[in-house]
């Protein structure tokens, strides 16, 4: 507060000053000349220094001009008092001037901070999304759990280059084993057990919740506990493994008193916490079958392996939508195939105390890269519930972290999301070149509801504009992949959107289950038995108020 008064007296101090020297040098120059435009040069770095206070300038340089005028014009005729106001006039339009050019100035300098931040954010989003690329590598390489243990840490740090230090800890029974470290005192970490429910890193594995502890100002450690990365540390975040509900590990990252951390590091930690409870438990899988299969040949055991790690980490993420969901005022029910051992279809379902966000996608191609970019897709879409009826501004951002972090995978993902609001059963939806959904009412007219965006990963300049309709008792929105509409007959003929079309108000009056599998068994029964080229996902929503 010292320091702005300090500098603001400073600032008066100095035009005071220019003042003086203009009214010197206009009794010295006058009459011969009309000195007014020296008084232009105070008014210029007032409005620059004071913004709109500046104009406290002009009345006093138009009083200093006057008795100056009157001062030195009666040796010479009489002075006309009316030069006074256009002198006024001249001061203010270059006050008006300099306030202008400066608010163009400050707006420049925000669309430059602005274009900074951005890029700074998607260069973020460009390393974590990486890092998650190289976890998955890693994971590969490994291809056991205490070598997945050994390089989490460091992949923490690199997430972190701020922190200096990272250890894991396993859940044993009523206590925390460190499985690895990273940083220094390292063997230190390894050493010693934490109780569970001691420390912070104990409360993170008793509650499985986050949390990020700094240490005070006049010394001590980060942490209440007694383990050597809580006493030494200046900052500690620690984020649970947690899996089918149950804490099996703990990811702790410390770091200096004067690292910065912001609201994203913490959310990657947990993030990284997250994906990695679901890689662990995959590898555990596979070394579990990796002994059930020892007599194969190497090559076609890591190739089991590798599509088995991959389907138990999608059957993981699909499995946080039931195959139904019933919330307050809809029913919501699914079916998903994938054509081969692992897909690329993206479902997820978000219930909230507002509203119900909901996104199906596809991803180009098959097999584990399809897989592997659907669970980075399905990460980043799932972790905006918080705002999920923005459903433009999130596919725009998915679109942007795609493009910008996955180029050489050279493919692209197709979205529908939608949101529902439990208030006024409004529909919020946008779409990533995905087919249109299909709204049909209890009278049997029906719509489809399509976007205007192209898919992820085409171009990072990309809108997704959003539309919005009204929904009512008894409206049913069915949303699907191409591999409904692309099913085809012994005669190569598609299934087609008509066709589905058609079957959809034709069932409409039953319950979403009923309409679900008449689709599925219609699409079946055109395909005869031949397998279906594609991965087939679908979803029936039924709009059902609560009466109450």
Known sequence: MGGTVSR???????????????????????????????????????????????????????????????????????????????????????????????????????AQQREQDLRRAAELGRARMQSLYRLANAANAVQDPEGFFRVLPREALG??????????????????????????????AMAVPVALGEGVIGRVAATGRPALARAAADGGGAGDGRHPLEVRAGVLVAAPMVLKGKTIAVVAVAGPQAAHLDEDDFWTVEWMSSEAALVLESLRLYRELRDVNAGLQERQLVLDQQLDMAREVQSAILSVTPSRCRTRSLDIVSYHAPALQIGGDLLRVVPGPDG?????????????????????MTAELSRHADRAADVGAI??????????????????????????????????YAAAGHPPAILVHPDGDAEWLAGEGPPLGITGAAAYPAAERALGRGDRLVVYTDGVTEARSAAGEFFGSEQLFEVVRRYRAGSPAALRDAIVEAVHEFATGRPLPDDMTLVVIAVDPDDG
């Open 356 to 376: 119900t966000a909901l996104f199906v996608g596809d991803v180009m191609g098959k097999g584990v890269p399809a897989a592997l970019l659907m669970t980075m």
């Open 159 to 188: 997430l972190l280059p701020q922190m200096s230090a990272a250890a894991v800890f396993e859940r044993q029974g009523d206590r925390l084993v460190a499985r690895s470290a990273a940083g220094p005192h390292a063997e230190e």
């Open 395 to 428: 596919l725009r951002e998915a679109n942007q972290v795609l493009t910008y972090n996955v180029g050489e995978f050279l493919g692209f993902v197709t979205v529908f999301y939608l949101y529902i609001s439990e208030v006024g059963l409004r529909l919020r």
């Open 8 to 110: 603001a007296i400073a600032r008066w101090a100095v035009v005071a000053a220019l003042i003086a020297v203009v009214v010197w040098v206009d009794f010295i120059l006058a009459p011969s000349i009309d000195a007014a435009f020296f008084y232009f040069l105070p008014i210029v770095l007032g409005c620059v220094w004071f913004g709109w206070w500046g104009l406290a300038i002009i009345p006093i340089a138009l009083a200093l001009y006057h008795l100056n005028q009157v001062a030195v014009v009666p040796p010479i005729g009489r002075y006309n008092i009316g030069n006074t106001a256009v002198k006024s006039m001249s001061f203010s339009l270059i006050a008006t001037l300099t306030l202008t050019a400066q608010f163009r100035y400050r707006r420049l300098q925000a």
